[in-house]
């Protein structure tokens, strides 16, 4: 199995065009349990973890805006300004893994994967992330609600490479929670991203549908009735019309009435955090 570790991205755009069906590796902590389970099995690899501007982040508070290397690991999200932009981001990526798996895990990878249940994806659906992808000949940029079309299914072409993000820093409040069979080291079960921009709600979830879910009713009814005007009533109300609007199903995790449940009790402590409460 040839294994190519390009130094540059223009290198590893020519190595895709000359090896579409390669498997591209940034972290690995996805595929390479799929190889040591013996349910993949890579012909070529292309490894990303070498190119200079998959480890490089940004943080432009003239501009409003962070850019995220696709290769950037969890861990350096942890703490520190991408801490301090995006709170809801750190705090998800506390609950990747192990640190030995923070240290390799990135966005890019959770991208290319494209699981209901990757811990970012639902903070990236509620700050209206964007993803940047590139190709030998060409860049575009699609908006994440855009980007995953499926349980493990996104819009990137095969010759393309995810090189990064773009996400908008918010003037409100932040958070994400999940929920697993343990406290530490766990797949998601349930989780819920909620942010606050311009006094307006948005929420996401993981693990509870196809893709990460979007709630645009259960935003539309908070926004109408005004954080103002939030209390503990009003906040299950929200709670129990999040849950209306997630789809899941029973697997060897979970039931879908355990994830239904969950995700309706995190988006109600997730708003009373958000509100002060």
Known sequence: ???F?????????????????????????????????????????????????FQMWN????AGLVHIGSSVPYATM??????TALPALAEA??????????????????????????????????????VHLQSETSTRTVAFAE???????NSRLPNEIITGVTIPITNGWQGY??????????ISVASVCLAIHDGKVRVALGSVGPTIIRCSESEAWINNVGLENVDHAVAQEFGDKVRAESRPIDDHRSTAEYRRHAVGVLATRLLLRGVGK
């Open 1 to 3: 199995m040839p294994v």
């Open 5 to 53: 570790i390009p130094s540059s991205l223009s290198e590893a755009t020519r190595l895709l065009t000359s090896h579409p069906d390669a498997h591209l590796l940034t972290g690995g902590t996805d595929m390479m349990v799929e190889v040591n389970f013996n349910h993949r099995h890579p012909e070529t690899v292309i490894a990303l973890r070498k190119i200079p501007e």
């Open 59 to 62: 943080v432009d508070h003239n």
């Open 78 to 83: 942890e703490h520190g300004d991408l801490a």
């Open 93 to 130: 990526a506390r609950t990747v893994g192990s640190p030995q798996i923070r240290a390799a895990g990135s966005l890019g990878g959770n991208l290319g994967t494209c699981s209901p249940a990757g811990d970012s994806l639902p903070v990236l659906s509620a700050l209206d992330a964007v």
């Open 147 to 153: 980007f995953m079309v499926g349980p493990k299914r």
């Open 177 to 186: 929670a999940k929920v697993g069979v343990r406290n530490a080291m766990v």
